[in-house]
């Protein structure tokens, strides 16, 4: 009876120490899981105390000692890293911003690959040098806020960047030439800032850009006839600059795909080249408040697609080309 007493004792506590070293496993399993990404966390609540104004509470589950793959604006893919962060304010909504800068130390964040802040209205600061010690950003666009000062000489050394937008803030200065290093890239969008000087010649290199977008800033001289290059070009906005001269001739080679040339409110002049005719894929042509003179070339005939044709605000002349368009949405002459 003692004996069968003490084996009972003994059974009991033999799984009790069992039930202890399992919970304990557990807890070693759950503090190595956290410390997974406790970089991710210490980067995210510093970009959160560098943000001095939160009206509408957008970063209100961003709580330490919580998983930061479920906070607001987080992705994570695979791997319990945080992978992309993404903010975007309404414009529609009053409260719906952030007042504050970027903290440096969201270069913690190291599997980041895309950063997207968007509309946020009140994010100030110059371009963080944080972006040039971090290894996958790949995606990044910081548009509609505040940043200002130069864009870095040495931007060409993010040469893994597939897109990159800063529009709608304020930036002065030149665009880099370095930025010819960005081979890369499928998207650059340096639109509505202050920049100034002429587009680089090096751009030409950039040959698997999609979009290419300045407009909107205080970028002057020539437009540089080097596009020939780019094969799959479909939006080039150079409009509400301080460009001159022609249109150049290598343009043309954009034809098969370019569905967006904006070139208006520039001091661009001379006659409206006749191949522009040949860009049937053209959704949107604005060649509007510039010094064209003579008469709209006949080739127009065949831009049957368009939907948005603006010329006005030229100096050209009678007679107006016959076009037979299909479903124009707005015609400005």
């Known amino acids: 009876m003692f004996f069968t007493s003490t084996l009972q004792n003994t059974t009991t ?32 609540l510093a970009f959160k105390s560098a943000i001095t104004h939160d009206p509408s509470g957008m970063l209100q589950d961003w709580k330490p000692g919580t998983d930061c793959c479920k906070w607001s604006g987080m992705d994570c893919l695979g791997e319990n890293r945080v992978m992309t962060l993404s903010l975007t304010g309404q414009p529609g909504e009053r409260d719906s911003f952030l007042f504050g800068t970027i903290s440096p130390s969201l270069g913690k964040v190291q599997n980041l690959v895309g950063i997207y802040l968007l509309n946020l209205r009140n994010i100030s600061g110059p371009f963080r040098i944080f972006f ?10 910081i548009e509609y806020n505040r940043l200002s000062g130069l ?6 050394n993010l040469a893994r960047f597939s897109a990159m937008s800063l529009e709608g803030n304020r930036f002065t200065g030149p665009i880099p030439s370095s930025i010819s290093q960005l081979t890369g890239l499928t998207q650059l969008n340096f639109g509505g ?7 680089p010649a090096g751009i030409s290199r950039l040959k698997n850009l999609s979009l290419l977008s300045v407009d909107r800033n205080q970028l002057s001289a020539g437009i540089p006839d080097f596009f020939s290059s780019f094969t799959d070009l479909r939006v080039l906005r150079l409009s509400h600059n301080k460009f001159s001269g022609k249109i150049p001739k290598s343009i043309s080679s954009l034809a098969p795909n370019l569905a967006y040339l904006e070139l208006g409110h520039n001091s661009l002049a001379g006659q409206v080249p006749d191949f522009l005719g040949n860009f049937t894929a053209l959704d949107t042509l604005d060649l509007s408040w510039n010094q064209f003179s003579g008469i709209v070339p006949k080739t127009f005939s065949k831009l049957t697609k368009i939907f948005n044709l603006d010329l006005s605000h030229n100096s050209l002349v009678d007679p107006f080309p016959e076009m037979f368009v299909k ?6 002459l």
């Not at 479903?327 to 400005?332: E, K, N, V």
Request: charged share 20%; aromatic share 8%; proline share 5%.
């Open 13 to 44: 506590m033999m799984k009790a120490l069992k039930a202890s070293l399992f919970l304990l496993a557990l807890r070693c399993l759950t503090v190595a899981s956290a410390a997974w990404h406790v970089d991710d966390e210490s980067g995210l």
């Open 132 to 141: 040039f010690r971090m290894s996958k950003p790949q995606y990044v666009y």
């Open 151 to 156: 864009i870095p000489r040495n931007i060409g």
């Open 193 to 199: 800032n202050m920049l100034t000087g002429p587009i």
């Open 327 to 332: 479903g124009i949405d707005s015609l400005d």
